[in-house]
């Protein structure tokens, strides 16, 4: 069966620090991956999408980039942390063939700037 | 373009009583829909979902919901809600994105609070 992991489940970083989140994805093969970001009361926001290694989509202009090293692994990073990039964020996967939309969440990682 | 509204914030019920909450869409082509569930700090769980066929959807812990395409809706029921059903509940629209070779683009409602009262 396919699993999804991402992490680090909880951070706590300083405005201007780095981040870094990975997600990775078990039990399938070329999957789509996504990264969304969820804020209070504001539903769920799509931050990027990837079809494949290396092939990365982005949906709103940010502090954040997102690198697909790997078929399933999918990193979000930023260089110099914004107190508006608090959030949780969440990693999710689709399949590619017969997609219907149908996401597969990770558990999330929640992050504070401070 | 496509959107998803969910009017309801937060729906709070007692415990066994019915409920329903509401989700209404928009999109000039054809979607697939969907409901998640996330309870507190958790990842989202898919619910139900409607790709085709029947109208009515039923999906797991006794959830159900109705596609009507006339009314552009697909609400979400339960008739009888228990304590553990306390969570948050997303309305999701996923469409076919223009010369994306397949990609699907999935628009999220802003979600809606259950609140099960004892």
């Known amino acids: 069966s396919q699993t999804i992991h991402q992490w680090p489940a909880t951070l706590v970083q300083p405005v201007g620090s780095p981040l870094s989140l990975e997600c990775t994805v078990e039990?399938?093969?070329?999957?789509?991956l996504y990264w969304y970001r969820q804020a209070a009361g504001r539903g769920l926001q799509l931050l990027f999408y990837s079809v494949g290694i290396g092939q990365i989509s982005s949906e709103v202009p940010q502090n954040l980039s997102a690198s697909r090293p790997q078929d399933r692994q999918f990193i979000l990073s930023s260089k110099k942390l914004l107190l508006s990039d608090s959030g949780f964020y969440l990693c999710a996967w689709s399949v590619i063939w017969g997609n219907t939309g149908e996401l597969f969440f990770g558990e999330g990682s929640r992050l504070t700037v401070l | 373009a496509q959107s998803v509204t969910q009017l309801d914030s937060q729906v709070p019920v007692f415990e066994e009583a019915p409920v329903e909450l509401r989700c209404n869409y928009s999109?000039?082509?054809?979607?697939?829909l969907f409901w998640y569930v996330q309870y507190p700090n958790q990842g989202l769980q898919l619910l139900l979902k409607?790709?085709?066929?029947?109208?009515l959807v039923k999906g797991i812990n006794g959830f159900e919901a109705e596609f009507n395409k006339s009314q552009t809706s697909f609400h979400l029921r339960k008739p009888s809600v228990h304590i553990s059903d306390t969570a948050e509940y997303f309305c999701a629209v996923s469409a076919a994105a223009p010369n994306s070779g397949g990609y699907q683009k999935v628009t999220f409602g802003t979600g809606t609070k259950l609140q099960v009262i004892p």
């Open positions: 999109s000039s082509v054809s979607v697939y």
């Open positions: 409607y790709l085709s066929g029947s109208t």
């Open positions: 039990g399938t093969s070329n999957p789509n």
